[in-house]
């Protein structure tokens, strides 16, 4: 029996994902953007610790000012953005951050907090494990191009 154009289409999105999701584990620095007090976006350079596929990655950071940086900004607005590249392919995903408290969550991403920066490690009051969802990823990948939207499991 013949494919449905359908069924062509779901099948040629999940070998983008799967590419998308290989690229990801490649990257050790990804760039994560967020939204300033005064409304602009804010892109820097972070180092992911983890990911599951695209949909879930994570990150720590620290909070050291009350009025700006990443922890703040995603305190007040969980909307953010993540991207990735290598060679000529890259991805951009949309979604929001979370910003973890749960202590038995938190320590399961201690072996990646730099004691040189947070002596105390992810107990450390200052380090804050973020996790950014995933709710929409445009894909440029071996010269294919396209944008999907996801339902957001919580």
Known sequence: MEKT???IQKERIKELEGKAAELLEKCDVVTLASVNEKGYPRICTINKIEA???SEVYFCTSKRSHINGKATHFQNNTKA???YHLGGDSVTLIGNVEIIEDMNIKKEFDKYCDRNFFKKGIE???CFLLRFITNEATFWIEGK???CKYKVKL
């Open 5 to 7: 154009a359908y069924e």
């Open 52 to 54: 599951k596929d695209f």
């Open 81 to 83: 953005s993540v991207c």
């Open 124 to 126: 450390d009051p200052k």
């Open 145 to 147: 191009f396209r944008t």
